[in-house]
């Protein structure tokens, strides 16, 4: 008789298996996320991208206020350039707060920025718009002799010709409505 192929040996006994400690409860915490333990996941979106979009809106709608004004400062009375004023206030803060929402992502800081940004661009551009019509209307003789006798007239058109509350009307209505719209925006992100 042959011998089975390989020699069978003797079967050694399992050494037994290591008592399992019971299950913790599932405690409650942050879900699974790349980076060092403990810590709560990190915000997504760019505060640096919401700065720099911010800055650019801005800039190019004071611009286009100031050009507006330009354009229609004959045919403009004062009501109409308060109305004008806060829509474009709020049209800005439209606009500047969606971009500032979407690049921002859920952090509120990257909104903070962009809403000053708007505040500054709707009075940079009403100030601006004056300037504009000052040396449209009068050239640059007039434009020299404001900066010696008076620096201070654009901005004294500002809060003269909107009547004060009106100009702080827009100033909230452009920084509020900034934040506000980022804030919509970046939570649906």
Same mark, same amino acid.
């Given at each position: 008789?042959?011998? @089975?192929w +390989?020699?069978? !040996? *003797? %079967? #050694?006994p /399992?050494? @037994?298996? +290591?008592?399992m !400690? *019971? %299950? #913790?409860p /599932?405690? @409650?915490?942050?879900?699974?996320? *790349?980076?060092?333990?403990?810590f @709560?996941?990190?915000r997504?979106?760019?505060?640096?991208?919401?700065?720099l979009?911010?800055?650019?809106?801005?800039?190019?709608?004071?611009?286009?206020?100031?050009?507006?004004?330009?354009?229609?400062?004959?045919d403009?009375?004062?009501?109409?350039?308060?109305i004008?004023?806060?829509?474009?206030?709020?049209?800005?803060a439209l606009?500047?707060?969606?971009?500032?929402?979407?690049?921002?992502?859920?952090?509120?800081?990257?909104y903070?920025?962009?809403?000053?940004?708007?505040?500054a661009?709707?009075?940079?551009?009403t100030?601006?718009?004056?300037v504009?019509?000052?040396?449209?209307?009068?050239?640059s003789?007039?434009?020299?002799s404001?900066?010696?006798n008076?620096?201070?007239?654009?901005?004294?058109f500002?809060?003269?010709?909107?009547?004060?509350?009106?100009?702080?009307?827009?100033?909230?209505?452009?920084?509020?409505g900034?934040?506000?719209?980022?804030s919509?925006?970046?939570?649906?992100?």
């Amino acid at each position: 008789m042959s011998q @089975p192929w +390989p020699p069978q !040996q *003797p %079967m #050694q006994p /399992m050494p @037994p298996a +290591p008592s399992m !400690q *019971p %299950m #913790q409860p /599932m405690q @409650p915490g942050y879900p699974y996320h *790349p980076g060092p333990p403990g810590f @709560p996941p990190q915000r997504r979106g760019s505060g640096v991208k919401a700065f720099l979009f911010g800055w650019l809106i801005s800039g190019a709608g004071a611009t286009v206020f100031a050009v507006l004004l330009l354009v229609g400062y004959e045919d403009l009375s004062k009501v109409g350039l308060r109305i004008m004023y806060v829509v474009f206030a709020l049209a800005l803060a439209l606009l500047v707060g969606g971009v500032a929402g979407k690049v921002g992502g859920p952090n509120p800081a990257a909104y903070v920025v962009p809403s000053l940004f708007a505040m500054a661009a709707v009075f940079l551009g009403t100030t601006n718009g004056f300037v504009f019509v000052l040396l449209d209307a009068g050239g640059s003789e007039v434009f020299e002799s404001m900066l010696e006798n008076e620096p201070g007239a654009p901005a004294e058109f500002w809060w003269k010709s909107l009547k004060g509350g009106i100009a702080l009307l827009g100033l909230a209505a452009a920084g509020g409505g900034t934040f506000g719209m980022a804030s919509l925006v970046g939570r649906r992100r």
